[in-house]
């Protein structure tokens, strides 16, 4: 059964830095692209990030660029999304999912996804 976890959530000043992981079971997650999206409440979900299996990386929203990167330990099974310089917009509930493709696709097409873990960015 596929399942996909992540951690690292949690409350942050803004400015500050987290790292998520997204750990994979089920499936060996070297063969895969996965992507970090992220829902605020009362808004839409929107992709954030994604890296292929060839380690290239695709941004879904503008507004990480320069600040946020990703990063794939196929060892661990595990992918990171690593969160620096974080403004209170950056607040919400941050999913990992993945496609049954080697490539970072639309967001749309995404198969699998974890249960999300909260992201808190307040002083």
């Known amino acids: 059964q596929v399942q996909l976890v992540e951690s690292g959530g949690g409350l942050v000043q803004p400015g500050g830095s987290l790292r998520l992981s997204c750990a994979a079971s089920g499936f060996t997650l070297d063969y895969y692209a996965v992507g970090w999206f992220r829902q605020a409440p009362g808004k839409e979900r929107e992709g954030v990030l994604c890296?292929?299996?060839?380690?290239?990386?695709?941004y879904y929203a503008d507004s990480v660029k320069d600040r946020f990167t990703i990063s794939r330990d196929n060892a661990k099974n595990t992918v990171y999304l690593q969160m620096n310089n974080l403004k209170p917009e950056d607040a919400a509930v941050y999913y990992c999912?993945?496609?049954?493709?080697?490539?970072?696709?639309?967001?749309?097409?995404?198969?699998?996804w974890g249960q999300g873990t909260q992201v808190t960015v307040s002083s």
């Open positions: 999912a993945a496609p049954e493709l080697s490539f970072c696709p639309t967001v749309y097409e995404y198969e699998y």
């Open positions: 890296i292929g299996a060839s380690n290239s990386s695709t």
